[in-house]
């Protein structure tokens, strides 16, 4: 079976949560995607998140409305995603998502900073068994802003995979300071594409 591209899904992350200030107590919102048809036309969908990083109650909610396809039948989805956090090396927290689903009946349980959704649920990409093809699209695309934060996010998913110790004695071990880089890297290039956003340059 051929995987599906984690480019082509919805997704939810912790970057962007942190860059518009979800972290800080309490905050609900809308999150909106825009996809453009084949006659020039958009399509739009959102789903309402609310997000609590107050003591002891540390969550991500979704919730949404959802037709079927095929019957044209409204579904109601409300439910929360787990939030952890690690410690930063000069202070503060970073936050994580922890992927509350089970695949072939294995509790999953991952910590992510990326959920997506290619089913019914936002998920971790292992769950959903998601591949990537952001890193083939031409540099010179007005887009590249963009895809180069999925790009980021896509390497640091992989890498917070194999920090088990970010800290030894008080200091950041190699993949952490790696891991540390490519955050400001993503922060960067997403500052970037927002203000192209602003500018409708893409």
């Given amino acids: 079976m051929s995987k599906n591209e984690a480019d082509n899904t919805k997704r939810i992350s912790t970057t962007f949560l942190r860059q518009n200030g979800y972290f800080q107590g309490w905050k609900s919102g809308i999150i909106t995607w825009t996809k ?5 036309d958009e399509y739009k969908s959102s789903v309402g998140v609310e997000v609590s990083t107050l003591e002891g109650d540390n969550y991500l909610r979704i919730h949404y409305t959802q037709t079927d396809q095929d019957t044209d039948e409204k579904k109601d989805f409300d439910y929360k995603i787990p939030l ?4 930063c090396r000069y202070g503060g927290k970073r936050y994580w998502f922890i992927c509350p689903w089970y695949k072939n009946n294995v509790y999953c349980g991952k910590r992510v900073g990326t959920l997506y959704k290619d089913g019914d649920y936002f998920a971790c990409r292992h769950c959903y068994n998601l591949t990537y093809s952001s890193q083939k ?9 963009l895809f180069n934060v999925l ?3 896509q390497k640091i998913e992989k890498l917070q995979e194999q920090v ?21 890297q993503a922060g960067k290039s997403y500052e970037h594409y927002t203000q192209l956003e602003q500018k409708n340059m893409v």
Avoid: A, I
């Avoid at 699209?137 to 802003?145: C, D, L, V």
């Fill in 151 to 153: 790009t980021l996010e």
């Fill in 137 to 145: 699209t031409n540099r010179r695309h007005k887009m590249f802003s």
């Fill in 84 to 87: 952890t956090t690690t410690s």
């Fill in 164 to 184: 088990k110790h970010p800290y030894y004695k008080n200091k950041s071990t190699r993949k952490q300071k790696q891991l540390e880089k490519l955050y400001k």
């Fill in 36 to 40: 453009g048809g084949m006659l020039g």
